[in-house]
């Protein structure tokens, strides 16, 4: 690109290479944003903003031809805040991409004639079957409940989450495992047979996916969650983030889609479509059986697959322990998800309702994890956002007893818009009897104590606050009925309040003692 003596030559704010399938392509890129906001400050910035772009995209070209690579690929879009450009190309070489993504920034730079070339892409290509599953909410309990399937089939089968690696049922790496570093662990494992890998759109954004393709890719759903972060500032931008994943699906493989969800229905694949939805009469639905492809619901109170005229009964939802009776909705739709999954994969039928049956809420800890305590109910569950708390509250008002009450302790890290905390705050005090307020130090994320403690009461209301969930729980036990039910947003002290509730001569419920006190609560 010529360099004018009139013009500012662009900032280079970022240079990151993408080892995996991304935004951008469906293999390793460098992503160089730039900041241009000197040549925007003209008359007509959006026809300069496009020359620009333009300019960027040739220059990156011509420094490649210099380097031996005459046919590259380059996309720009505009960055990730006003004034910013963002160009993206394909590499082969690791330290050439460098190098050309540092020269976009120095107009003195006309050749890259000399660079030491670097190491190639290292991206995974799999050889055994793989099933990937991103969204807001639901990825871990659904990749669980994917391997728990598998491993009822008879397959040694490796799975990352944010809950660690695993390879059949043993933990090989802990904490959070949700991006390209964890796809590699079990992809690299030649004992696994089968893989199954959450990924989360922090990890697509950082390195891109952790493998070349899958065979089976799911989206749960798209909602607001941590907005503001990294480039992405509205649900569109995160879905478009999520929807790297089913791109990279095989052809002749299947994308299992929420087809409650516009956003996910929207993502093109060149998987198969397989949908699930609660609502067996949804549009999405009916859109994909007409298109030939296959669903997950409910009918009769029973998962049933629809594949054209052929209905086959999968099991009860009296019989699956994690959707507590049906009365947990969230889980259901992750049961359903799973369900698909399974089945698209290859797995056999009896060994979907093995897993369907024998998977509870013991195998997803901290989510939705139930307790009595002297008749009263505690629920543990990691929601995070404005959809999990949603869920929480459903759930934990279907377990009320008449005349009971419930309390919810309030909680979530610092990395959520202003809004969103609000918004939490004002989803507690509409959907409970009482709240209190449990702040997470680990989690503040560079917010005060004070300030979040200030933003969840604008929307809760001027209610008690504590300075840890431990002490928030001790807390909220005090004075409980056995018609009562507590709800935790429990993250950095999930097993400190496990001991809290055994001390109180508390222990998990049983699925018999779930199903009733559902039954109970309806009256």
Not at 119 to 142: C, L, Q, Y
Not at 395 to 407: A, D, E, I, K, S
Request: proline share 6%.
């Amino acid at each position: 690109m010529p360099h004018r003596p009139d013009e500012h030559p662009p900032t280079l704010l970022e240079l990151r290479l993408l080892d995996g399938p991304n935004l951008y392509f469906p293999r390793a890129a460098c992503k160089v944003v730039l900041d241009v906001s000197a040549e925007l400050a003209v008359p007509r910035a959006e026809a300069r903003a496009r020359q620009l772009a333009r300019e960027l995209e040739a220059r990156v070209r011509q420094l490649a031809a210099t380097a031996g690579t005459t046919r590259l690929a380059v996309r720009s879009r505009p960055g990730p805040e006003p004034g910013q450009l963002t160009v993206a190309f394909p590499w082969r070489r690791r330290e050439l991409a460098r190098a050309l993504g540092m020269a976009l920034a120095d107009p003195s730079i006309t050749t890259l004639e000399g660079v030491e070339p670097g190491p190639a892409p290292s991206t995974p290509r799999p050889k055994i079957p793989v099933v990937a599953v991103t969204g807001t909410n639901g990825k871990t309990t659904t990749t669980r409940l994917v391997a728990h399937i598998s491993r009822c089939a008879g397959n040694v089968t490796g799975w990352s989450s944010t809950d660690g690696v695993f390879v059949d049922g043993v933990a090989v790496e802990e904490g959070d495992w949700s991006g390209y570093g964890g796809a590699g662990a079990v992809l690299s494992d030649k004992r696994v047979q089968l893989a199954v890998l959450e990924t989360a759109r922090g990890g697509l954004l950082l390195r891109g996916a952790g493998a070349l393709h899958n065979d089976v890719s799911v989206v749960t759903n798209v909602a607001a969650d941590h907005l503001g972060l990294q480039g992405i500032h509205t649900v569109d931008d995160l879905a478009e983030v999520k929807g790297v994943v089913p791109r990279i699906t095989r052809e002749g493989g299947w994308f299992v889609c929420n087809a409650q969800d516009p956003r996910v229905l929207a993502m093109p694949s060149k998987g198969r479509r397989w949908a699930f939805s609660l609502d067996h009469d949804s549009p999405g639905l009916r859109q994909v059986l007409q298109s030939g492809g296959r669903a997950t619901t409910v009918l009769d109170d029973t998962i049933t697959v629809l594949a054209g005229a052929e209905v086959t009964s999968v099991l009860p939802l009296v019989d699956v322990p994690m959707t507590l009776s049906g009365l947990s909705r969230h889980d259901l739709a992750n049961a359903l998800a799973a369900t698909s999954a399974a089945l698209a994969i290859g797995l056999p039928l009896d060994a979907v309702r093995e897993g369907l049956r024998t998977f509870g809420s013991e195998d997803t800890l901290g989510r939705m994890n139930l307790w009595l305590v002297g008749g009263a109910v505690v629920a543990l569950d990691l929601a995070h956002n404005e959809d999990g708390l949603k869920a929480l509250l459903s759930v934990v008002r279907g377990l009320r007893l008449p005349g009971g009450r419930v309390l919810t302790v309030l909680g979530t890290a610092g990395d959520r818009l202003d809004e969103q905390l609000v918004e939490m705050g004002h989803l507690a005090r509409h959907g409970s009897d009482e709240v209190v307020i449990a702040l997470k130090d680990r989690y503040l994320r560079g917010r005060a104590a004070e300030e979040m403690t200030e933003l969840l009461r604008r929307g809760a209301g001027d209610v008690p606050a504590y300075d840890d969930e431990v002490t928030a729980l001790r807390s909220a036990l005090l004075g409980r009925k056995p018609e009562d039910v507590v709800a935790l947003m429990v993250h950095q002290d999930r097993l400190r309040c496990e001991d809290v509730l055994r001390e109180a001569g508390g222990a998990r419920m049983t699925p018999e003692q779930v199903r009733d006190r559902v039954l109970a609560a309806a009256g």
